[in-house]
């Protein structure tokens, strides 16, 4: 049966005011995917996943409540309502809450400009099959490489709707599809694993299968002969793969909600130096085939481009209209939710302004330090900036890549870190944080 999006918002809409809702939004969301998976040659299991969700908010009085469903026939749609009004009524006031003036909303129609959906479709099921098992082939070439864990290509589709009683409606459509692998090189205590994986809108931006399965296997050889290196204090080069971390403790760090808590490292420091002066940290929000892309937040707000670091100067924190109202600011237009979660803070795309040097050349100036590829587990003390994880790559010695190395962990000060940042070159295309590799001059290495 044809499920009709807008006509189910329409709906639940109508039913929350009948229901005495002084405020209510909904977003009727449909996910399909299919998922390939291949092992030793063979194809493994086929997943299929095709849900319809409704998520509904109510506002009575300074009160909210959110409830989610999945069954849309009129009755049930009345029950999700009423059950939704009981929530709220029983909820503690907040005097934040509440919808965007419908003057603030967006009110154009023109999503099409960023490319988000693939109209001509994807390969079928018998030929994502091919492309996986010629993934795992291309993997398993490669010297060292004995095995590998996962290898899988497919697609994905997700289709909102959104509609509150402020007029704002709008529909968003977006699809990708994907191909990763897994591998393993060595066995018994030697093995080392490692992957590489690619989600692209359009099949023509997508890698060639072999590139897909070589850089997973080389990645995982790589690995072989790692050692526990000494401790010591030197440069940390962080690899593209893993720098994007080192921005996404920034993006928590000032994001509304931390700091309407005071709970951030960041909090004093609007109008500081955080990051060398020529670097800026921003949102991108109209970039085209990103799938982080949008013309609107998830409360109707318009995007725009925004500099939360200019200069190396903070200049904003990450506000929808809850975290505005309660600090007394104008919402940033950043916005985002789960089907059955109110709004918070969060980005789009996020670009780090890049330097004029590759990795390699970075390299070059180091005596002896670390390349980190890999991260595993977090300590960061969100008051202090404290930062402390375990790590996996590379010695550089006399500027070069050497030997690989793990079971170590790094450690320093976010806030000292920061400062000392030298970017490289080489940001991942197709990435909503197009963070490159990043060098910080000095970092605590805790091995043997």
Excluded at 168 to 187: E, L, P, V
Excluded at 406 to 417: C, P, Y
């Amino acid at each position: 049966m044809k499920i009709n999006l807008q006509h189910i918002a329409e709906q639940t809409i109508a039913q929350a005011q009948k229901l005495g809702a002084d405020e209510a939004d909904v977003i009727v969301h449909r996910s399909k995917s299919l998922s390939i998976n291949v092992m030793e040659g063979e194809l493994e299991n086929v997943q299929n996943h095709d849900q319809i969700t409704l998520g509904l908010r109510v506002i009575v009085g300074k009160k909210q409540a959110c409830v989610g469903g999945s069954d849309f026939r009129k009755s049930a749609i009345a029950e999700i309502t009423e059950r939704a009004i009981s929530m709220a009524k029983e909820s503690p006031d907040d005097p934040h809450i509440g919808l965007a003036d419908p003057k603030q909303v967006y009110k154009h129609n023109d999503a099409h400009k960023l490319n988000l959906y693939n109209e001509k479709g994807f390969p079928t099921s018998e030929q994502f099959t091919k492309m996986a098992l010629t993934i795992e082939e291309s993997a398993k070439d490669v010297a060292g490489v004995s095995k590998t864990r996962s290898t899988a290509a497919g697609y994905g589709e997700s289709c909102f709707y959104f509609m509150a009683t402020n007029d704002f409606a709008r529909a968003i459509n977006r699809n990708f599809m994907t191909a990763s692998c897994a591998a393993i090189a060595g066995d018994g205590l030697e093995m080392e694993i490692d992957g590489y994986g690619e989600a692209r809108i359009f099949p023509e931006d997508m890698s060639a299968p072999e590139y897909i399965g070589r850089e997973a296997g080389e990645r995982a050889a790589a690995k072989l002969g790692s050692i526990k290196p000494k401790t010591t204090t030197c440069p940390v080069l962080f690899d593209r793969r893993v720098s994007s971390s080192l921005v996404g403790h920034i993006l928590s760090a000032i994001n509304g909600s931390a700091i309407t808590r005071g709970s951030s490292w960041l909090k004093e420091d609007m109008d500081r130096q955080v990051l060398p002066s020529n670097l800026n940290l921003l949102e991108e929000p109209f970039r085209t085939k990103s799938l982080s892309s949008a013309l609107f937040d998830d409360e109707g707000i318009p995007k725009q481009e925004r500099k939360f670091i200019d200069q190396g100067k903070l200049k904003s924190w990450i506000m929808d209209l809850r975290t505005s109202r309660e600090l007394g600011l104008e919402t940033t237009g950043n916005a985002t939710r789960g089907v059955t979660s109110p709004p918070s803070p969060g980005v789009s795309n996020i670009a780090l302004t890049c330097g004029s040097k590759s990795p390699e050349e970075l390299m070059k100036d180091i005596q002896f330090g670390v390349l980190i590829t890999s991260l595993m587990g977090t300590t960061i003390n969100r008051n202090t900036g404290d930062y402390s994880r375990g790590a996996s790559g590379f010695l550089i010695e006399n500027g070069a890549k050497t030997q690989p190395i793990s079971e170590f962990t790094i450690a320093g000060n976010l806030k000292d870190m920061l400062q000392t940042i030298t970017p490289s070159n080489n940001p991942r295309e197709f990435s909503s944080l197009r963070v490159p590799s990043l060098l910080i001059d000095n970092m605590t290495i805790a091995g043997s």
